[in-house]
C-alpha cells in the first residue's frame, strides 16, 4: 500500500472495517475477487493479501522444542 492518503482512506465509511479480515492490516479497500473459481482477498483489488488461504497460506503450528 502507498503512504499516501488514497480516496478510500479518506472517505468516512463506518459501516465498512478498514482492517484486512485476512491479516488485519489497514487496507480500507479490501475486497474479495473471482479469478479462475477462487476467491481472493485483495488489498486494493489488485494487491493479493499476504495471508490469503487461496494460494497455500497456513498459519504457523506453536514453536517445537528441540530434544537435547
Known sequence: MSALASCFDLLDLPARPTAC????????????????????????????CPRDQSFGYTPVPERLEAAA
Do not use: E
Not at 492490516?25 to 494487491?47: E, F, M
Open 21 to 48: 479480515p485476512g491479516c488485519g492490516g489497514h487496507a480500507p479497500a479490501w475486497t474479495r475477487v473471482a479469478v479462475d473459481g477462487l476467491s481472493i482477498l485483495t488489498h486494493d483489488g489488485d494487491l493479493i
